[in-house]
């Protein structure tokens, strides 16, 4: 009975939550539902679909500044899309991730690093370093993300595909496709 009174409790909560932290998103559709806590940096550059659910600890980031550096960025969530727990998308360009698409525990996704490899930025410790992106993150309908994996910048994922777990995406695939490895390479196309 305990247990049952904790859960309705807890349902609650999210349920106000999600209704209160929506409101610091560009858009959001309708059928919103997130569990606490949630963390967001650039809500204002960041559009939610419909029927969304997100769990515990997820890191949505859109950042405009870093360092006296400026950024326009924008991040882009479909319908039907379900984030698990621990992940964390940072952007300072573009990410788009398409309808239907699955997320795993503990993913990473990303279109920009701290600096480049010239003598120059390796000079300066990480977090001093120029934020630069090398393109953005296209993540297309119906994708499925394993537990663990990284997707880097300049990356398109096809429609369809799945991303096997702790896998680390620098590349693009095509649509269908069973994505492997670190780093990541096409173990098949999906007929």
Not at 60 to 79: C, F, L, V, W
Not at 89 to 117: Q, R
């Amino acid at each position: 009975m305990l247990f049952k009174f904790q859960n309705l409790i807890v349902k609650i909560f999210n349920y106000i939550y999600s209704g209160v932290i929506k409101i610091g998103f560009k858009y959001v559709g309708k059928n919103f539902k997130i569990q606490f806590p949630l963390n967001v940096i650039g809500g204002d550059r960041i559009e939610i679909g419909d029927n969304f659910r997100g769990f515990s600890r997820i890191r949505i980031e859109a950042y405009s500044k870093h360092q006296n550096n400026y950024y326009d960025p924008r991040i882009t969530i479909g319908h039907n899309v379900s984030i698990n727990y621990d992940c964390h998308i940072g952007c300072v360009n573009k990410i788009v991730i398409g309808n239907g698409v699955l997320i795993a525990s503990k993913v990473f996704i990303t279109d920009h690093f701290h600096g480049g490899t010239d003598k120059i930025d390796l000079l300066l410790p990480p977090s001093s370093r120029k934020v630069i992106s090398k393109g953005p993150v296209i993540i297309e309908d119906n994708v499925w993300i394993g537990e663990g994996v990284c997707i880097m910048p300049n990356v398109i994922i096809g429609e369809n595909s799945i991303i096997g777990a702790n896998a680390v995406v620098t590349k693009s695939f095509p649509s269908n496709s069973i994505i492997v490895g670190n780093p990541a390479r096409l173990l098949r196309r999906i007929e």
